[in-house]
T-cell receptor, first 114, second 114 residues
Framework: EAQVTQNPRYLITVTGKKLTVTCSQNMNHEYMSWYRQDPGLGLRQIYYSMNVEVTDKGDVPEGYKVSRKEKRNFPLILESPSPNQTSLYFC?????????????FGAGTRLSVL | DAKTTQPPSMDCAEGRAANLPCNHS???????VYWYRQIHSQGPQYIIHGLKNNETNEMASLIITEDRKSSTLILPHATLRDTAVYYCIVRVLSGGTSYGKLTFGQGTILTVHP
């Protein structure tokens, strides 16, 4: 089954403790992206990747890092989480946004930073 | 990408057609209209997209006006499972700083009732 898998689904952590949210897709998609969703602000793009070893900032990249060493994986790294990063996070992938841009989203990761 | 305007909420009776409007009066000639939905904090789900012509798939129909300034998503026989937030998004299939980025507005909360 074609899917985007995020882990963990729920995470509670403390300020400053490094964490990684993993994202994996099994569709051989070139494009992958991270969004965060906050009440009243909608979904905002954090980072995206056009292909292996190619990443770029979205609208709200501060406090986050990403890497794309393999096509299927696009982890989101919070080196020193802060309470304002408490949010619902979604990973998405697409075959090629320049052509047919149907994006597939993961189920989400709900993060609480205390 | 062009801005969209959607009603904040709509109701629909189960089994009836749900018609969700979207205004995109500043759309340019190369921008597509996409519809996604999000069911209660799950990952957004692609529904349908189009450029000029009306489109239909197994989930819904998309009617785009001749001047392309507005569109309507039609769920022909709404069920309780169609209760969700529906997002209308317009974007180009190209590179640049908006590469792959979906700009989600506030969407329309559709409630399907028995």
């Amino acid at each position: 089954e074609a899917q985007v898998t995020q882990n963990p689904r729920y995470l509670i952590t403390v300020t400053g403790k490094k964490l990684t949210v993993t994202c994996s897709q099994n569709m051989n998609h070139e494009y992958m992206s991270w969004y965060r969703q906050d009440p009243g602000l909608g979904l905002r793009q954090i980072y995206y990747s056009m292909n292996v070893e190619v990443t770029d900032k979205g609208d709200v990249p501060e406090g986050y890092k990403v890497s794309r060493k393999e096509k299927r994986n696009f982890p989101l790294i919070l080196e020193s989480p802060s309470p304002n990063q408490t949010s619902l996070y979604f990973c998405a992938s697409s075959l090629n946004p320049r052509e047919l841009d149907i994006q597939y989203f993961g189920a989400g990761t709900r993060l609480s930073v205390l | 990408d062009a801005k969209t305007t959607q009603p904040p909420s709509m109701d629909c009776a189960e089994g009836r057609a749900a018609n969700l409007p979207c205004n995109h009066s500043t759309i340019s000639g190369n921008e597509y209209v996409y519809w996604y939905r999000q069911i209660h904090s799950q990952g957004p789900q692609y529904i349908i997209h189009g450029l000029k012509n009306n489109e239909t798939n197994e989930m819904a129909s998309l009617i785009i006006t001749e001047d392309r300034k507005s569109s309507t998503l039609i769920l022909p026989h709404a069920t309780l499972r169609d209760t969700a937030v529906y997002y209308c998004i317009v974007r180009v299939l190209s590179g640049g700083t908006s590469y792959g980025k979906l700009t989600f507005g506030q969407g329309t909360i559709l409630t399907v009732h028995p």
